[in-house]
Nanobody, 123 residues
Framework: QVHLVESGGGLVQAGGSLRLSCAAS????????MGWFRQAPGKEREFVAR????????NYAASVRGRFTISTDSAKNTMFLQMNSLKPEDTAVYYC????????????????WGQGTQVTVSS
């Protein structure tokens, strides 16, 4: 099992930027597909972005494509989510996830999860 800790959330005005971090221990990134998900109040958790274990495959939700960038630092076993041009609808708790079995994609029912970090975007 991998232990994931998110950080970097906060309150920002619309149009601003934040950088989320997800520090992992217990398993190296190269063996796991990693990703970011978010859950807004009253809504279901939704996919934001994902990166394969080798870093070659990346995809984003349509709602964040062009504004958010996912990346990893293998030396630090840390994943990042750079969020630019933030909108009020980006307000949510953001979670990082690591698939327990696949280095390519994430299956939410077989992933380890962090505790989440709150992102609030004011209009």
């Amino acid at each position: 099992q991998v232990h994931l800790v998110e950080s970097g959330g906060g309150l920002v005005q619309a149009g601003g930027s934040l950088r989320l971090s997800c520090a992992a221990s217990g398993r190296t990134f190269s063996r796991s597909a990693m990703g970011w998900f978010r859950q807004a109040p009253g809504k279901e958790r939704e996919f934001v972005a994902r990166i394969s274990g080798n870093g070659m495959y990346i995809n984003y939700a349509a709602s964040v494509r062009g504004r958010f960038t996912i990346s990893t630092d293998s030396a630090k076993n840390t994943m990042f989510l750079q969020m630019n041009s933030l909108k009020p609808e980006d307000t949510a708790v953001y979670y990082c996830a690591a698939d327990k079995q696949s280095s390519f994609g994430i299956t939410t029912t077989q992933a380890d999860w962090g505790q989440g970090t709150q992102v609030t975007v004011s209009s």
